[in-house]
C-alpha cells in the first residue's frame, strides 16, 4: 500500500467530480475503499480525509461497518459522524439526506 497514492486518487475523485458535477458531496460504498482505509494504524483514513476537509468537500461512506471490532475505529466513525463533514452511515437513502442537509 502507499498511502500517497491512494491520497492522490482521492484527489483525483474529488477534482472528477468537482469538474463533472460542480458538486461538493461524494456518497462512496465501502466496497469501493481499500480495506487499508479502515486499519486506522495505516494512517490512510487521516491523510484522505483530510483531504476531503482541507478541500470542504462531504462524503458520506456508505455499508456494513459491523465487521471492524477496532474500538479506535468505531470511535472515529462516531466523531465523524457528529459532525458536517465525513460520515460512516448504513443505508444510501440515510447519506443523501445528511448530506443533502448540510
Known sequence: MEIDADVRSALDLMATVSYETACDRIIINK????????????????????????YQFKIAIVGDF?????KSLKDFM??????KDIFFLSHEK????KISLL
Open 31 to 54: 466496497s469501493a475503499i481499500s480495506e487499508d482505509f479502515f486499519d486506522l494504524s495505516t494512517k490512510l483514513a487521516g491523510g484522505v480525509l483530510q483531504k476531503f476537509i482541507n
Open 66 to 70: 459491523s465487521a471492524y471490532k477496532s
Open 78 to 83: 462516531y466523531e465523524c459522524n457528529k459532525g
Open 94 to 97: 440515510e447519506a443523501v439526506e
